[in-house]
């Protein structure tokens, strides 16, 4: 097995003494990438880097304060305890640490070890990403993204009621509601937003956000599909595509393999590679035979060359 040069490095610093390096490479340890896991060697080198976190915190020291946070927090080295974290973290953050700001501001967000309030994170993450911190802007952008897309979606703007349920749903920006989320969607989708139609269907049939209603999600695939044969019948690719979903799935329509192969051919034949992957796992699940199975598999083998599988493709 090659060794990586990148490790090696960060191995021959722990030897040196370097507390930050021995914390690193104890984490290699424990996770084993690349290699056979050694928990018995990855604690030892935790054990190392925790005496001198903690002497370098009692000090004072802010960089000591931080690391000494995140072995809390993940349970490395001494049991997990994110009450203790968030103590580090905030006297690491108090004396300006980025780092530090942007984790307490995650503890915060989450209710770890702190009692969860977005508003106090997003003051640690503001002041995190005005130095600089990537994954505190991240944070910062995304809250101004729901900031000016919530004004939109008051004034009734579909596809901004959609994104605004998106943050909802998945607490970007805000923190994750699903009630809120199923409200945005289904005032979008009153408004023949596809994708709304699609996802508050989805919440009803699940009963997520909402109360388990089958109907009322087949009236929403049925508004779907009712646009989606229009476009089609225009010889719209991704139309076709997404009817031919709805087809293979029974959703707003008759469940039909043989009229889902029919759009997703015809989406296919327009190059769409969503439908030759479509195709291709018909195939490959057995619910194609003869000349529909070869044609599948020929738009299967032009997705693949087209490198355009979605992530859960398998790999021949």
Known sequence: MKTDPSKEAVRIQAEQGDPEAQYEWARHLAWGKGRAK??????????AALDQFQAAAERGDARGQLNLGKMNEHGHGVPEDHAEAARLYRLAADQGSAEAQYRLGHLH???DGVEPDFDTAMEWYAKAAAQGDKN???????????VRGL??????????QYQVGRMYEYGMGVPKDEQEAARWYRLAAEQADLKSQERIGQLLEEGTGVPQDPEEAARFYQKMAEQLRFKADLENAQAQFELGRLYERGRGVDESIETALHWYLLSAKKGNPQAQYRLGRLYMEGKLVGQDAASAAKWFRQSVRLNALPDDAPRI
């Open 38 to 47: 050694q928990p018995d060697e990855a604690a030892t080198w935790f054990a």
């Open 151 to 160: 004004d939109l979606a008051k004034q009734g703007h579909q596809h901004a």
């Open 109 to 111: 967000e989450y209710g």
């Open 136 to 146: 505190a802007r991240i944070k910062v952008e995304l809250r101004d993204q729901y």
